[in-house]
């Protein structure tokens, strides 16, 4: 299994979550300002939202819900051509190639859920974690250089003693 990070996605999630979304993530929604096919998944993760995630959370709520969800998800992408169809009629369509109920959910997810996979606050805890060693380490390396740079300071300049009156 992989461990390399796309994005902020671990690649082992990706692969929990993977091929029964696929249709409705990467089917087009439109057009990006250079005229390139804009996907769903690329449309939500331009506004920081794992599709992956996104894809479970709509596919566990009740269709009408889930389909005004979306549209509020797709009216919120910036600079979106969609050939005249609105973010409504796009929602609906997309809702129709989302697996819906528990058969959407891979036995694979649901045992690493139950097996205590790691949250959304857990990761940020360790987030956290980690900025506060990057601040330490570079706290600690600034008072080391400080310290080194009076020490070469005062062995260059030599001893501050005066000869006057010699």
Known sequence: MFSETIGQTPRTKLAFLGSEFDAFLFAPIGDDPNGIPLTLASALARQDIDPWQEAACLAKLPLAIATTRLEALIAAVPNRSSEGLG????????????????????????????????????????????????????????????????????????????????
């Open 87 to 166: 973010p409504g009629a796009i929602a609906a369509r997309q809702m129709t190639l989302l697996p819906r109920g528990a058969g959407a959910f891979p036995a694979r997810l649901r045992a690493l859920e139950a097996n205590g996979a790691p949250t959304g606050q857990q990761a940020i805890l360790c987030i956290v974690v980690l900025f506060m060693i990057v601040g330490l380490t570079f706290a600690a390396l600034s008072g080391a250089h400080l310290k080194l740079a009076a020490a070469d300071a005062q062995v260059t300049s030599g001893p501050a003693t005066s000869h006057i009156g010699r």
